[in-house]
C-alpha cells in the first residue's frame, strides 16, 4: 500500500514538473528562448532570438535563420538604425515593430512584403516607418503583442531549468525506491 501511494505522488509530481516546464517553455518562444515542443506561428516564417553574448540583444530570424532585424539595424525605408527592441507584436499577415533609435526616441516599423519569395516560397519582408498616429491605427486586438524584457526573458530561462531538474531528479532518486 505505502509502494502505491508512493507511486501515484511521485507520477502526480513527476507530472506536475513536466507541464510546468512545458509551459515556461512554450512561454520562453515569445522572449526569443529556444523552444522545441512549441506552436510557431509568426507570419512569413519569422522566428524571434534573444542573443545571450554580451551585450544581449533581441533578433528577429527568417526563415533561413538570417537576422531580419535586430540592435544595430537600419532597413532601405526607415529613417533611423534600431538601438533596442522594446516590443513587437503579429497577426497572420504583418508583423509590428517597437524599437529605439540613437537617441532613445520609441519608434514603430512595420512589415511589408518586398514582391521577392524566399527559398521556400514565403514572400520575403523588410521594415518601414510608421508615426505614432499610423501606429495607433494599425495597433488593434488582432495583434499579439509581446514586451521584450530581459528579466522576464531570465526568469523564464531559470524556471525551465528548475523544473526540468526537479522531473530528472524525481526520475533519478525517487523511481527505483518506489519499484
Known amino acids: 500500500m505505502k509502494n502505491v501511494i508512493g507511486f501515484i505522488v511521485f507520477g502526480v509530481l513527476f507530472f506536475v514538473f513536466v507541464l510546468l516546464y512545458f509551459r515556461y517553455n512554450n512561454t520562453g518562444y515569445r522572449y526569443g528562448l529556444e523552444c522545441s515542443f512549441c506552436n510557431k506561428n509568426m507570419p512569413y516564417g519569422l522566428t524571434p532570438k534573444i542573443n545571450s553574448d554580451y551585450p544581449q540583444n533581441f533578433v528577429l530570424l527568417d526563415e533561413d535563420g ?61 521594415f518601414k516607418d510608421i508615426d505614432n498616429s499610423e501606429y495607433s491605427q494599425i495597433k488593434d486586438d488582432s495583434y499579439q503583442w509581446v514586451e ?32
Open 148 to 179: 521584450i524584457d530581459e528579466e522576464k526573458a531570465n526568469t523564464v530561462r531559470i524556471m525551465k531549468f528548475i523544473f526540468i531538474v526537479g522531473a530528472f531528479t524525481f526520475i533519478v532518486f525517487y523511481s527505483p525506491k518506489i519499484i
Open 66 to 126: 538570417f537576422e531580419l532585424t535586430g540592435s544595430g539595424f537600419r532597413h532601405r525605408q526607415s529613417s533611423f538604425k534600431i538601438k533596442n527592441f522594446l516590443g513587437y507584436g503579429y497577426n497572420d499577415t504583418s508583423v509590428l515593430l517597437k524599437c529605439t533609435d540613437s537617441l532613445n526616441n520609441i519608434k514603430y516599423l512595420v512589415s511589408y512584403e518586398t514582391g521577392y519569395k524566399s527559398e521556400k516560397g514565403n514572400p520575403a519582408i523588410s
